[in-house]
């Protein structure tokens, strides 16, 4: 026993001396040490390349790029993992606003597990872009990463399925005006999307891409409790422009995606709307199944069941093209206490719905269609718990008997929601009136939830 507790100090001694501390710096220089402010890197993958479990890289005011396009390529690529007991953190220094511009296919990818991005900006290329040249583009054979650059993307591709990402955070984060997704999540677990701004990304991509998106989640194990968490988040004005390649129309632009957790091998990708399905590969187009010696290529690793759980709270989704936020072949999900409001402008989605998914609860939301829209919708689900909503439109998809059908009152709508203010009038029906039965503990601005005799429905609470 004293030898097992000598062991546990000596240990924790050890990574406590030798975790370090790494300063990058717009000002710096990758010839210095990076041990300080004064000392500091000019480039973050300079610190990438040296990060251990436990470390901090603290980055300073500077603008953050490079000339790479090629395939995989980032201005920050996270490859380094950390240990449950040792995450690997990258964050702003105090008081500093660090932005990452991307020119190829992403601004950060993280493909190692226990890291945590906390303070970035991600800024994109779109300003530059005409939409023209991107649908040019995006009817070549080779796709140019300058239409599809993603802002942070925790990528499982082409990983084990032991090595998988798990247990990644990305918090108070600036995602915007990326050609590609905005934070994107596949093949991981254990994955949180915390108190970010996500705008105006996806418009020039062939890929059908979102604001925030998670895609065929890969299971870290089957313990209880959530896995994936997306919360407090502003999103709005995500959209596509450009056709999705593989069914030559446009398709997501969604505020927030929970994508494809089931098990249905084979099945294909379908549009929410069900209109487009991606057909099966032909002969000239599928994948050799031989090598070049002439033995069988091993089969892809099948994508074991994810029996996680998932929560959607506290969000803000607003104007984006696609849905404010829905869930496609995905299991498991609360989506609890948000704020939608007129989405689908482009592809014509209904405002917050579940589609061929399983086991959803849908509590305590505010649902406002833009003019002509569809509050939500229905197809081919099962076990979903609709209640407490509260949407302007009359819909009888989902009877909810404490739904509202009524004006929430918002105190002033703007197309940025972080400028307006999506909070609720005194009268609003949606003060006190919700549920407590999947009691979150505080709202998107981090106040207390509930602070009088009620629950409040919507992101905020008053």
Known sequence: MK???????????????????WHVSGSGNDANDGKTPETAFRNLQKAADLVQPGDVVLVGNGTYTNVDKGNGSAVLNITRSGTSTAWITWKARPGHRPEVHP????????????????????????????????QEDGKKPTPDPYYNTNGIFFNGRGKKPDEKP???????????????????????????????????NAWFM?????????????????????????QR?????????????????????????????????????????????VKPATSQTAVSTTTVAGAPAPEKPKRPEWKGRALIANNVSC????????TFRTRHVDIINNTTYWNGGIVGYQELFPNRSEDVVILNNIIVPRPGGAVTSNYRNTSIRWDYNIYPTAQTVFAGANDIVADPNFIDIQPDP?????????NSRAVNSGSNDVPLPNDILGKARPKTSGRDRGAFEQ
């Open 233 to 277: 988040n502003f999103v709005w004005n995500n959209k596509t422009l450009v056709p999705w390649e593989k069914i030559g129309k446009l398709s997501d632009g969604n505020g927030i995606i929970l994508d494809v957790t089931d098990q249905e091998q084979g099945q294909g990708a379908t549009n929410p709307n069900a209109d487009a399905v």
């Open 166 to 200: 798990h247990h990644l955070i990305v918090r108070n984060c600036v995602v915007g005006k990326c050609a590609g997704g905005g934070i994107v999540g596949i093949e991981i677990d254990y994955f949180t999307v915390e108190d970010c701004k996500v705008f105006d």
């Open 206 to 230: 062939r890929y059908g891409g979102s604001g925030i998106t998670t895609l065929n989640n890969w299971a870290y194990d089957d313990a209880p409790g959530y896995h994936i968490v997306i």
């Open 319 to 326: 104007f984006n093209g696609g849905s404010g936020i829905h």
């Open 103 to 134: 020119v190829g296919w992403c601004g950060i990818q993280i493909s190692g597990s226990y890291n945590i991005i906390d303070g970035l900006s991600v800024i994109g290329n779109n300003d530059s872009i005409v939409l023209l040249k991107a």
């Open 418 to 426: 972080t400028k307006g203010n999506f909070r609720l009038a005194k």
């Open 3 to 21: 030898t097992t507790v000598l062991f546990f100090i000596l240990f924790s001694i050890n990574t406590f001396v030798y975790a370090v501390t």
